[in-house]
């Protein structure tokens, strides 16, 4: 996957005002900096930033996240969402909330649960990255949903695995966007920043491609959940329900396997055109490298 639809980048901050002053933030003030250089540039006068500085917690966020939905409705924005703040293992990120002088922490699977929100007020079409601890962790719902109706967060995500210095959030993101503006291209970009891990004192970030992370993992749920062992199981209550003889168990298992391929592929179809909204006129499927057929998975 390479292309996608942008025309603005949301920076969305939440800092305590003493990590401020210590510089925390110096990773947006520069970003930012990159950002304005590009001003004027006639091939990008399509494209502009808005910094979010939320200091009111999880409601500023949340409401927040809610505008960016109306606008994306109303206006048409295909939005790139950074955010820049304090993330844990296990836990979610940690916002900032001026009321009660500390952090309140929105859990991982809420955070998803939002960007799937803007997703799908942007036809598929977002882009999530942040300088968040643990921020893969957002990613990884890709991984555990089991809500069907939900669509995945967006076309690519770039989150650290673990501990991610400023340092090196400075380094990714002011070479990743600088790159994505110059280039339109999300794979130049993502060279240019794997060109730069020498200079990082941590781990690169993980760069995860939605469809790419279906592939990998759909085929192999897929063939757990329709293995002989697991239908029978299936079956069995089905029949202890429906009160079913034991021929007729039989029967109804024998017409099941006979049928699985077919299963398998209607399956495949249901959740591949649920997670990534292939229902939706406006998602452009080409952009997605998922075939039409299970078997070419």
């Known amino acids: 996957m390479d292309y996608f639809d942008f025309n603005k980048l949301f920076i969305i901050e939440s800092l305590s005002s003493d990590e401020i002053s210590k510089g925390f933030n ?6 930012i900096k990159c ?15 808005e910094l979010i500085q939320v200091n009111n917690g999880i ?12 606008e994306c409705k109303s206006q048409g924005t295909y939005p790139i969402i ?10 979610g990120i940690h ?39 643990y921020g893969f962790d957002s990613y990884k719902q890709l991984f555990v949903d089991k809500v ?37 291209s999300v794979s130049k970009a993502i060279d240019v920043v794997k060109s730069e891990e020498h200079k990082l004192f941590g781990k690169m970030p993980y760069i995860a491609f939605s469809d790419d992370t279906f592939r990998r993992i759909y085929q192999k749920a897929q063939e757990e959940s329709f293995k002989t062992e697991n239908i029978e199981k299936l079956v069995n209550i089905v029949a202890k329900q429906l009160n079913l003889s034991s021929d007729q168990r039989s029967k109804t298992l024998s017409d099941f396997m ?24 406006l998602v452009k499927k080409d952009r997605f490298n998922l075939p039409d057929s299970y078997d070419k998975l």
């Open 26 to 31: 110096n990773p947006n003030k520069n970003l």
């Open 35 to 49: 950002l304005d250089s590009f001003q004027g540039q006639e091939q990008l006068n399509f494209f502009s930033y």
């Open 59 to 70: 409601t500023q966020f949340v409401s927040s996240i809610e505008e960016i939905c109306e």
């Open 82 to 91: 950074h955010f820049l703040g304090h993330g844990s293992q296990g836990g």
């Open 95 to 133: 916002l900032w909330d001026n009321p009660i002088n500390k952090y309140s922490m929105l859990e991982w699977k809420e955070l998803y649960v939002l960007l799937a929100k803007v997703n799908s007020s942007c036809h598929n079409n977002l882009f999530f990255t942040t300088t968040a601890c």
């Open 148 to 184: 069907s109706n939900i669509p995945f967060v967006g076309i690519v995500a770039i989150d650290p695995c673990e501990c991610f210095y400023v340092h090196d959030a400075d380094i990714v993101f002011c070479s990743f966007y600088k790159t994505l503006l110059e280039t339109n």
């Open 258 to 281: 006979k049928e699985i391929k077919k299963h398998m592929q209607e399956e495949y179809i249901r959740i591949r055109d649920t997670k990534f909204m292939f229902n939706d006129p």
